[in-house]
Structures are given as C-alpha cells and as structure tokens.
C-alpha cells in the first residue's frame, strides 16, 4: 500500500479552495449566507482525529511489542486506509474553508461568525492531515532484517563466500 503523498493532498486542498472560493462568489453575489459548515461540526471532525489517533496508537502499541492484545493485521490495514482517508478529507475540507475564508475576509474582513467558522475548519482541515500522516507513521513496519536477527544486513550466504 502505497503512503499519503503530499503534492497529492497540496492538490486536493488547491482544488477544493478554488471550488470553496468560487461557492462563496457565487453565494455573496445572489445573497445567499456563506458556504461553510456550522461550527458545531468541528466537534465530529475532533471525534474522527481522536478515533483514528487512538486506533493507531493501539496499532503502534502491537508494533511495537507492547500491547496486552494484538491488533488483528486487518484491523491494522483498516486503521491506515482510515488514517489516509481522514488526511484527504482534511485537505479537502480545509481547502475549500480556506477558499472560503479568504472570499469572507477580502469582502467582510475578519470577525463574522461565518469568517470564524471557515478559520476553525481550515484549522481542522489541517489537525486531519497531520493525524492522518502521524498515524500512517505508526501503522509502518519496521524494516526486516535479512539475516534473520543478525547486525549488518549480510546474509549467511554472503558471510560464507
């Protein structure tokens, strides 16, 4: 499986802040309200980056030997794919909240409840990326060694000739 890759997320967040700040043009100039999620939201998003921090804790634990029941290996998979699905909806959410942050403070400034709302979720965006990519770093496998637990890297058959 493939890791999180960053020019990846740097596009997804690029395209959803061009979508967010395009929405917001078009909703200030028809009078409709700002397009950004209530701030109560926040508190899922917090719920998800906690899950997914502690599953990958427990992950980590099993990793690293010190847990008091293993992680079944699936379960581990699952704990990063669900690891790399919070970092993509994080780019994309933060992205489009910062399109649209930018929209609200270039026409209002800085102070409306809904400018507040899109600053919280950008901020959020970016707590998911970060979870995202510190759980991937606790779901990797060590590197194996090759000469069955012997220092150095060589292998028997090396060591021989």
């Known amino acids: 499986m493939s890791g999180l890759r960053a020019l990846v997320l740097a596009v997804t967040a690029l395209v959803a802040g061009l979508l967010g700040y395009v929405a917001s043009i078009v909703a200030s100039s028809r009078g409709w309200q700002a397009p950004v999620m209530h701030w109560i939201s ?8 906690v899950v997914v921090l502690a599953a990958g804790w427990r992950v980590y634990k099993t990793r690293t030997r010190t847990a008091k029941r293993a992680v079944n290996p699936i379960g581990a998979v699952r704990t990063l794919v669900l690891a790399q699905a919070s970092a ?13 942050l930018i929209d609200l403070t270039r026409v209002n400034g800085f102070g409306s409840d809904a400018t ?11 707590v998911l990326v970060g979870v995202g990519y510190a759980v991937q770093a606790m779901c990797k496998l ?20």
């Open 42 to 49: 926040m508190l899922a998003l917090m719920a998800l980056a």
């Open 88 to 100: 993509y909806v994080g780019a994309a959410l933060g992205g489009w909240h910062l399109g649209v």
């Open 116 to 126: 507040w709302a899109a600053a919280l979720h950008t901020f959020g965006g970016a």
């Open 142 to 161: 060590p590197p194996e060694d090759s000469a069955g637990g012997e220092e150095g890297g060589s292998t028997r058959a090396e060591g021989a000739l």
